[in-house]
């Protein structure tokens, strides 16, 4: 998809600020630092659009971007990372938890995971919290330039083992580095929009 417009329309605490347009979303969910922000700038081309944004003691928002007047993509907070208070926890859950659970915009939760590891706990955590809700998931198993073309196949393997990734849920290579992977996650996005 060629990506002409691009501008982050609000990031929302709460469920009173979400955009009422209407318009489909796609969720960005991701462990701190795995790559988010890197994979949404590659795919719309913008160097900075979306900030490295999951930084610890950064307030936690859920910033709404919307692509082409036709879109959102909706950055969720980050999870995963040591150290951050109880306090801190379950305001994540709280928020995610609004979301997700009421969003009847929402049409896909693109999951991004390291493709050099096994997916961790948390990542089996936001999985299943994902399927709990009955979402079609994309995993987008990024950093694929960082692993060896012939060890590829064997780690999609090990990602699609770990998280028990149900059948029509799907997993694509990519690297925002490289830029490896982008047409297939356009085409992943596609039919929910
Ligand atoms: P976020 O916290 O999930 O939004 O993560 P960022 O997008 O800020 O990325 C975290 C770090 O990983 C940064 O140093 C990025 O440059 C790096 N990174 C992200 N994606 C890739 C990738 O596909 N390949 C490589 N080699 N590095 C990446």
């Not at 969720?27 to 900030?51: D, E, H, M, P, Y």
């Not at 915009?105 to 999985?127: F, G, V």
């Not at 064997?154 to 925002?176: C, M, R, Y």
Request: with cysteine; hydrophobic share 35%.
């Amino acid at each position: 998809m060629k990506v002409t417009e691009a501008e982050i329309v609000i990031s929302a605490v709460s469920k009173k600020q979400y955009p009422n347009d209407r318009l489909p979303e796609i969720a960005l969910a991701g462990r701190s630092n795995v790559g988010k922000s890197s994979f949404i700038n590659k795919l719309i081309q913008r160097k900075n659009l979306a900030r490295t944004s999951s930084k610890p003691g950064k307030t936690q928002t859920i910033n709404f971007y919307r692509i082409n007047n036709m879109f959102y993509f909706t950055d969720v907070p980050g999870y995963g990372y040591a150290k951050v208070s109880k306090k801190e926890r379950e305001k994540w859950g709280v928020m995610m938890e609004e979301y997700f659970a009421t969003r009847d915009t929402l049409k896909a939760c693109i999951m991004i995971t390291d493709i050099r590891h096994k997916p961790t706990e948390d990542d089996l955590l936001m999985y299943d919290f994902l399927k709990y809700y009955e979402l079609p998931v994309i995993v987008i198993a990024t950093k694929l330039d960082k692993i060896a073309k012939g060890k590829k196949a064997g780690h999609i393997k090990q990602t699609h083992e770990t998280l028990q990734i149900e059948s029509n849920d799907i997993i694509v290579p990519f690297s925002a580095e490289t830029g490896e992977g982008k047409n297939d996650a356009w085409r992943a996005i596609k039919p929910f929009l």
